[in-house]
Each structure stands twice: as C-alpha cells, then as structure tokens.
C-alpha cells in the first residue's frame, strides 16, 4: 500500500522519506511538498528517481491539490508539513495558523474522503509549554502553549482527535522534543551554531543561554515514528523524548569543543520573546507499549552531525544563501 507523507522535504520529513525507502523498496511513497524556504530537495539527492519515490509539489491547505495527489484507500498519511520556527512565528504568525491550522484540517478530511488507513500527526513538546524544574509533561497533561508556533500546533492537535472521536479516524499523535542531526536549516540553535563556529562566526546566545531542551537524534525520532505507525494504539499520543535534557550554554560549549573553536564565539543576546525556560517530555508510554528507546548516545550523535556540516559545506552554503532552491529548477524545470 502507498503512503503519503507531507512535508517530506524538510529536516524530519527527509530522514523519514531515506529511511522508510531504504526499509520498504516496494512500497510507494508520495512526498508531498509546498517546497517553502525549508523545503530542500537537496536532502533528498539519494531517492531521486527511485521508482517507489514521487514528488508532488503542493499546498496541505488547498484541498484539490491533496486529493488530486493522494491515492484511494492510502495505507498512511505522515503529516509533518508546517511552519516550524518559533522566531518566525514570533515576527509573524499568520502563515503559521494558515499552514498549521487549515493545513491540518484540510490534510485530515481529505483523508476521510480517501479512505485513509493511518493518520500520523507530527506535534511537538512544545504544546505543553514551561515546565517548573521537578515537572514532567506527559500525554495527559493540559496544553499550555507559549509561542504563535505552540499555539498553532495544538490547535492542530485539537482538529486530529476531534477526528477520531467525530469521524472515527484512525488517527495518532506523536510529541517529539529538540531533533539535530544533518540537513537540518541553519535557522535552528545547532545547525546555526556549528556553520558559525566553522566559519568562525559569532554564535547568538538567546537571554541567559539555562533554557533547557531534551535533544533526540532525528534517526531516534524517526525509528519512534516507524514503530507508532506500524503499532500504535488508534487515537492514542506518544512522547518521543531523547533523554538527554540540556541547557542550551552546555550543548554549545560541547559542539565548541569538538570543533575545536574558542568560547568566546558565543555572544550573549536580548532574549527571545517568551522564551520557554524548560522542555521535559515524559516517555513512559511509549518504551512501555511499543518498546521503543532511543539509541544514539548525545555525544556521540553530535560529533556525527558537527562531521557532517563540516563535510558538507556545500549543502551549508546552499542552504545559507538560498541557492538551493535552483535545485528544484534544475530537476523539474520549474523554479520556486
Ligand atoms: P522543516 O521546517 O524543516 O520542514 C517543513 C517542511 O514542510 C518543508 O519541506 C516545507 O516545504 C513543508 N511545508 C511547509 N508548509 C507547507 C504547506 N503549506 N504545504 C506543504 N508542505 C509545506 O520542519 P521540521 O523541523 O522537519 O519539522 C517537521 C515537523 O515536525 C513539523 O510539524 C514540526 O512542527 C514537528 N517537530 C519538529 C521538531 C524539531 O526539532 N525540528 C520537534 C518536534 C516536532
Ligand atoms: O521542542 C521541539 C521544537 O524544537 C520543535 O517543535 C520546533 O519546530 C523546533 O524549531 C524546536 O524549537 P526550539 O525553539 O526549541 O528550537 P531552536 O533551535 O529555535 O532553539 C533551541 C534553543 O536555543 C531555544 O531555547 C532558543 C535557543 N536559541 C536559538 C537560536 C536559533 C539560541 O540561544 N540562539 C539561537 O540563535
């Protein structure tokens, strides 16, 4: 049976789109993608032209488009297609509600309309908000949003059980914490970090630098997903958590070190507006009912990412200057 996943070209979308082609060669998957600023077909070089990969290049908010592109009686929808950067969300949060919002409920009837087998929803800890330093945010807990980004993608939650329990959707949530890893958009705290300290760039460092984030391997991640597809409960929510909770000062005084670069690269700056001061996503249920844990020690997995951005400059300046986006050009003769 095909899947759709939406979204596909992003950081998380990518890695899940190499890995499930790798696992399931027969099966076709259909990436479907607006192709935003974070959309990069770079990250998905190894696919091209696998006969069990297709892109569609579309909107999740235009509902011809979506049912033009998904098959009838689709096995899945992964749905990761979103806005995804707080401090944009923060300068502007219109397209966040548009595409997270809307995007969301369009994806869901369309499913509905289809047939759909699985609805997996790709939320995030930050639905929770703050927590206080003893507390732990698990799958019942009440949603407390900070930012314009939070806040758009409960509001998403809300519409995907709202299917389950209206339609009888087959649907399930996924809240995953900080991901790193290689292709991630050099907008993000890591990928931001390391490009700088190659290139011997001031590194921002948002307030007083104690915010506290739990950081997971995206390979981690999608493994978790993988597993909540196949064997998740229908309605239920899963917390993919990496275990390795963090202040943001600690995590880049690391990556400084092992990249060798002095710490006075890192540059205190004004604070982020409402700034999250800790992230702390409980994971019982899922290790318990699916047996799933991560695998990549931090340190380990964050000199592999700081390799990769160093062995790959090209992909970094591309993504930097936008000239990535000629990609799209170049394989289907259509710029973006
Ligand atoms: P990303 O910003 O790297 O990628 C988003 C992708 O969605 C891009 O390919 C973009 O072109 C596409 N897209 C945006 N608007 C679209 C639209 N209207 N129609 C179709 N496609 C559209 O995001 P990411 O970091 O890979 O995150 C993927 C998902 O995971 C998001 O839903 C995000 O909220 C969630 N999430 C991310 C993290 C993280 O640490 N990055 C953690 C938890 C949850
Ligand atoms: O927790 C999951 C979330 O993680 C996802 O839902 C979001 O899509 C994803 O963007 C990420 O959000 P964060 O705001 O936690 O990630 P970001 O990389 O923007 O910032 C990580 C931390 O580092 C945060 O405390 C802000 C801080 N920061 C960020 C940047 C970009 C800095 O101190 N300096 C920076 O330049």
Redesign the pocket.
């Known amino acids: 049976m095909a899947i759709f996943v939406t979204g596909g070209a992003g950081f998380i979308g990518s890695q899940f789109v190499r890995d499930w082609v790798r696992k399931y060669p027969a099966q076709l998957l259909i990436n479907f993608d607006k192709l935003t600023y974070a959309g990069n077909l770079e990250n998905l070089a190894e696919v091209e032209g696998n006969p069990a990969y297709r892109l569609v290049r579309g909107d999740v908010c235009d509902p011809n488009a979506v049912l033009d592109a998904l098959p009838d009686r689709c096995g899945a929808v992964v749905h990761f297609a979103a806005e995804?950067?707080?401090?944009r969300s923060i300068l502007s949060a219109a397209e966040f509600v548009r595409t997270n919002v809307l995007g969301t409920q369009v994806m869901l009837d369309c499913a509905r309309q289809k047939g759909v087998g699985r609805f997996l929803h790709i939320s995030?800890?930050?639905v929770g908000g703050d927590m206080e330093a003893d507390e732990w945010f698990h799958e019942d807990s009440p949603l407390d949003p900070s930012s314009p980004?939070a806040a758009s993608?409960t509001a998403a939650e809300h519409f995907v059980r709202a299917a389950t329990r209206t339609f009888g959707l087959d649907t399930v949530i996924t809240r995953?914490?900080?991901?790193y890893g290689p292709y991630q958009f050099p907008?993000?705290?890591?990928p931001?970090?390391i490009s700088n300290a190659i290139e011997e760039r001031p590194?921002?460092?948002?307030g007083d630098?104690m915010?506290v984030?739990d950081w997971i391997h995206v390979e981690d991640n999608t493994a978790a997903l993988f597993a909540v597809l196949e064997r998740g409960r229908k309605g239920a929510t899963y917390h993919i958590g990496g275990g390795n909770p963090l202040p943001?000062i600690e995590v880049l005084r690391l990556l400084l070190r092992l990249l060798g670069r002095p710490e006075s690269l890192l540059t205190r700056?004004p604070d982020?507006l409402g700034?999250?001061r800790r992230?702390a996503v409980d994971c019982t249920l899922i290790r318990g009912e699916l047996g799933w844990k991560p695998g990549i020690p931090f340190e380990d997995g964050l000199r592999e990412t700081v390799e990769w951005y160093r062995d790959h400059p090209d992909w970094v300046a591309h993504a930097k200057s936008g000239e990535y986006r000629g990609y799209y050009e170049k394989m289907y003769g259509v710029s973006v």
Do not use: C, F, M, W
């Not at 995804?84 to 401090?87: E, F």
């Not at 995953?176 to 991901?179: A, G, L, M």
């Not at 907008?187 to 890591?190: R, V």
């Not at 590194?203 to 948002?206: A, C, D, Q, R, T």
């Open positions: 995804s950067h707080v401090d995030t800890d930050e980004y993608k995953t914490s900080n991901n907008e993000k705290l890591l931001l970090a590194i921002p460092v948002y630098g915010q984030r943001n700056v982020r700034h999250d992230y």
